[in-house]
């Protein structure tokens, strides 16, 4: 299954505890199909003191989302829209917002 959704891609949560929240996406794992959005689906995490904490103790980090949970948010019209798919002569594909029918990356 292709992944509609990039890094840096700007998501919308619609659904789970942390619905309506919006993010920009730091990391996508196509074969777990879940992606990291920056500040949302904060967990807490305990740490036995190591290298790179030396202190240890309680950190906040960013915990995956599913990818069906989000939604990406077109650049253009700045609404969550489902994503489409238009093919170039050259063979190239792009993606394409299905509300404004604008292509959303180059």
Do not use: F, W
């Amino acid at each position: 299954m292709g992944l509609s959704i990039k890094k840096n891609d700007t998501v919308k949560v619609i659904a789970g505890k942390e619905k309506g929240k919006t993010g920009r996406v730091i990391a996508v794992y196509p074969s777990k199909e879940s992606l990291l959005v920056e500040k949302v689906n904060i967990i807490k995490k305990h740490l036995k003191p190591n290298r790179q904490y030396t202190q240890g103790g309680i950190i906040e980090k960013e915990a995956p989302l599913h990818i069906s949970n989000v939604m990406l948010v077109c650049p253009k019209c700045n609404k969550p829209a489902r994503i489409g798919n238009s093919i170039l002569q050259d063979g190239r594909k792009l993606r394409t917002c299905s509300k404004c029918r604008e292509v959303i990356d180059q």
